[in-house]
């Protein structure tokens, strides 16, 4: 059974870093083909894709915040963090984990993550 | 990037009705296309995945067309459980772009 969870800060301040952990069961990020990334939706809003992670260390970043964003991976501990530095109200968001299998759309979702960005 | 445009945003139907949603997209995806459905405060959930696949678990009545840059997804007869928010979303290529959402409403 693939599972994923999110965790991390529910409120940020503007300007501070967000670091967002994804821990995953289920698979392994070694296997060939599968990644882990994350997407964000606003409250009341779309949803936006941010940054995956790739088996063989291939990372991909939305261009318009791809100066803002890094991912990395520990496969041996089966996580992903992601990092977004400079935080505005603006991210305020759920943040939600998911896995990418090779060739397929987003079949797994972690349960998702709310960040509110305030003072 | 790929631009995704969904239609209507909001949809009115009665339990029963055949309803159908349309993705656009700016340039050709093939048919890496995938549909999702999102309820109230819970992760989006896979529909359809290559324009027409339906995935393991999802009801008959949902089903998918399309390729290129024109898209359907089609409820032969819609349930309680079916009123949500559906998404398109490509993944032909970076950055993977999502539709803005259709509300389907009673």
């Known amino acids: 059974q693939i599972t994923l969870k999110e965790s991390g800060p529910t409120v940020v301040k503007p300007t501070q870093t967000l670091t967002l952990t994804c821990a995953f069961s289920?698979?392994?990020?070694?296997?060939?083909?599968?990644?882990v990334g994350w997407i964000r939706q606003p409250p009341g809003k779309a949803l936006e894709w941010l940054a995956v992670i790739y088996w063989n260390d291939a990372e991909y970043y939305s261009p318009s915040l791809k100066t803002r964003l890094s991912i990395t991976k520990d496969t041996s501990k089966n996580q992903v963090v992601l990092t977004m530095t400079n935080m505005d109200p603006v991210d305020t968001a759920t943040y939600y984990c998911?896995?990418?299998?090779?060739?397929?759309?987003?079949?797994?979702w972690g349960q998702g993550t709310l960040v509110t960005v305030s003072s | 990037d790929i631009q995704m445009t969904q239609s209507p945003s909001t949809l009115s139907a009665s339990v029963g009705d055949r309803v159908t949603i349309t993705c656009r997209a700016s340039q050709s995806l093939s048919r890496w296309l995938a549909w999702y459905q999102q309820k109230p405060g819970k992760a989006p959930q896979l529909l359809i995945s290559?324009?027409?696949n339906l995935e393991s678990g999802v009801p008959s009545r949902f089903s998918g067309s399309g390729s290129g840059t024109e898209f359907t997804l089609t409820i032969s007869s819609l349930q309680p459980d079916d009123f949500s928010t559906y998404y398109c979303?490509?993944?032909?290529?970076?950055?993977?772009?999502f539709g803005q959402g259709t509300k389907v409403e009673i």
């Open positions: 289920g698979f392994s990020l070694g296997s060939s083909g599968l990644g």
């Open positions: 998911i896995q990418k299998g090779s060739g397929r759309a987003l079949a797994y």
């Open positions: 979303q490509q993944y032909n290529s970076y950055p993977w772009t």
């Open positions: 290559m324009a027409s």
